[in-house]
Structure formats: C-alpha cells, structure tokens
C-alpha cells in the first residue's frame, strides 16, 4: 500500500472507532436495560453489552459503521445471549420465553393489552428501579447507576467521590452480586415497593443530570446527552407518579437548569459563568416547561421538597433579565428552606454564594466568607474544588487578590475536568 492509501485507512479506522465510542456514550444504557429485559439477568446483560462493544471495535473499523449502531450493538448482545444459553442447555426454554415476550410486544403495539398506569413502559427507567432496589446500600446504588445508565468509567466515579478505584469496583461488582442472590427481577415493582424506591430513584436521576450539567472528569464542561436523558427518565416518572409533588419538582429543576445550557459555553466549549451568559440565548421553551412543572408541585399543598426548592432557585435566575435584578432574597430564603429540609455542606456553600450577592449588611461578600470559612472542617468537601473555588470569588471581590490566586490555584488543583480547570487557572493567574 502507498503512505497515502495508509493515511486514508488510518483515517478510517479512528473514524469508526470515535462511532464506537459515541454510540456507547449515548446509548449504552439503553443497550444493557434492553438486554437486561430479555435475559432477565442485570449482570449477564453488561456482560453482554460490553462484549458486543469490543466486537464493534474490531469490525466497524474493518467492515464500515452500521447505519444503527445501537441496534447493532443489542442484536449482536442477543445473538452472545442465545450461544451463551445453548451452551448451558437452556437454549430452548430462554428461546420459548424470547418468543412469548415478543408476542406480547406484537399484542402491546396493536393495543390488544389495555395500558397499565402502574407499568413501566420504559427499560432505561426500569433498570434505575432495578439498581434503586432496598437490597443495595445508597453507595452501591449510586455506583451501579453511575456505570450502567449514565456510562461513566469507575475512574471518573472514583474522581466524584474521592474514592480509590479499586473501592467502586468493589461496590459495583458487590451490588450485582446482592440483585442476583435477592433473585431481584428486571420488572416493575409493585406500587408499594416502587414507592419505597421512590426516593432513590429521583436521586440517582438527579445525579445522572449533574454529571452532564457539570462533568465529572474530561476536556467537555457539559455531557448535555445524560441531562437530557434524565429529564427523559423524569418526565416517564411523571407519567407514573402523577400525584408525588417532587417528582414535577425534581422535573421543574432540570428543565429551568437545563434551559441556560445554550450560554453555559462559548464558540470554543469554554465555560461562560452565570455573571457573563447572554441571558437572549436561553431556553424559554425549557424554562415555561419548568415553571409549569414547579406550579404543579406547588399546587398539592404539602409544602416544596428539596427538588422544589431548587427549582424555586433556579425559576429566580430564570426571571431575572441581569445577574443584578436577580431576587437574591428569594434565592437565600429558598436556601435556608433546603438547609432545613435536606441539610448539607454543599447547600451551605450555595447559600454563601447566593448571600455574598444579597445587599449589605445581611448580605454581601464578607458575610459570605464568613459562612464559606466555617465549612473548611467539613470532610464532604475537604478533597474537593468547589470550596476554594468560592473562597476565591469571594477573597477576589473583596480585594484580598494574593489570598484569592492562593485559593482558585488549589481549586484548579482539585478538579478532574479540563476546561473548569483552565478557567480556575486564568483566574489564579489574574488574582481576581
């Protein structure tokens, strides 16, 4: 072959594998959640997917990349699943019961099976039920969630929560270990069970939206694909769970969060902070949609949960035409609502950031340092960026610019993602 015919291939086979990639980044929750459905077997469908993904590593290349790759990527899991059962001689009994689920699907879609309020039409949301199981420790739930729905590596987990890898290994092969050995079935809980579920399942869809809000680990600031597919996942909830208020709450957050994300970057993919966005280029869509969702869950009368009151924050920003028109008292209110609600040093260090906005002399950046400077024992956020971060801000408005390059120089030091810590870089460098 010439250099030039070498280039050419060369060219092709990185082509494929960034499809390879993007594919599994996108789509591999509802690779596994769909295989976990036919083999009745959490673990066994990663197995699969992930065996499925090596193979479309070696052929795409060669072969050319499929017009579907999610589709091939689960009919060649299947086809691993089927040889996989014939070599346990079962293959007949798994073959009947893949026969029958198809029949039924064929009944479903010509709607000769009434439609169920109380089922779950949706794997990926099935599989988080799944993981949400009462047999699993929160740590292990947060861990499974992580790796099979939001696709994130153990590495970029353990980056999260300053743990060592080895450690959510441990936690992820544990927790599928107990859904086997509790015989957990990949179906929909019954109401009483799903209620008990409930809780965590909004969490670990919330924390699949964080991840894409503000990324873990990387070179991209935001992973946009996982945040909308939590609000995917919590618009199904709606639908389920009509009357719980946080679940329309926990929507109602996503989608007024979700709606700056067009001026969260610029041209480059660089972070835009909250004080610089062009407020034009925000979602209105999003944001009706999640004033709506808020009006909802206020409208039970119980009082507004933590997703709510988020949402109440984010709302205040969503109708502020400026960073100074915005309400800052609503939002320090709504933060001293959250802390007794769901008290945390992150909601603390949230509500020092929405204090050093606030007038004087209850507000203001020297008020808000004295909050921030109270959390520094706290071991929630010892190891992380976010403190020094909003030490910096604040030692930078107040003129204190030595102890401010000081602070966002520890901050870049911290964090795990490439473009968060440019910026942390630029502002130690300018001390403000």
Known sequence: MTEASDE??????????????????????????????????????????QDALTDALDQWPAQGVPRNGAAWLTSV???????????????????????????????????????????????????VFTACHPVLSQQARVALTLRVVAGLETTEIARA????????????????????????????????ERQQRLGAVLGVIYLIFTEGHAATAG???LRPELSREAIRLARQLVALQPEEPEVHGLLALMELTAARFPARVDAHGEPVLLADQDRRRWDRGAIRRGKAALAR?????????????????????????????????????????????????????????????????????????????????EKALAMGH??????????????????????????AERTQNVRERAVLLARAAAGR
């Open 8 to 49: 050419t291939a060369r060219r092709a086979e990185e082509s494929a594998r960034r499809a390879v990639v993007a594919v599994w980044r996108i789509e591999s929750a509802r690779i596994v959640a769909t295989l976990t459905r036919y083999t009745g077997d959490f673990a066994l469908a990663e197995d699969l997917a």
């Open 77 to 127: 899991g299947k086809r691993k699943a089927i040889d996989a059962w014939r070599r346990q001689e079962r293959f007949a009994q798994r073959v009947a019961a893949m026969g029958l689920d198809l029949e039924q699907e064929q009944d479903r879609a010509a709607d000769a099976v009434p439609w169920d309020p109380d089922e779950i039409d949706d794997d990926v949301l099935r599989l």
């Open 219 to 221: 070179e991209d600031w």
């Open 297 to 377: 869950a206020e409208s039970f009368g119980r009082g507004l949960g933590p997703y709510a009151l988020q949402a109440t924050i984010a709302q205040a920003h969503a109708d502020a035409s400026d960073l100074a028109s915005t309400d800052w008292a609503r939002i320090v209110a709504a933060y001293e609502g959250l802390e007794r609600v769901a008290p945390s040093p992150i909601v603390t260090l949230n509500r020092a950031v929405a204090v050093s906005m606030a007038p004087e002399p209850e507000g203001g950046p020297a008020a808000a340092l004295a909050i921030v400077d109270g959390l520094a024992g």
């Open 386 to 411: 976010l403190l020094p971060s909003v030490r910096g801000e604040l030692l930078a408005r107040l003129g204190r610019a030595d102890e401010a390059r000081d602070a966002f120089a520890l901050a």
């Open 161 to 192: 929560f300053l743990v060592p890898v080895a450690t959510i290994q441990q936690r992820i092969v544990r927790a599928k270990q107990a859904l086997a050995d509790a015989n957990v079935p990949f179906e929909t809980p019954p109401r009483a």
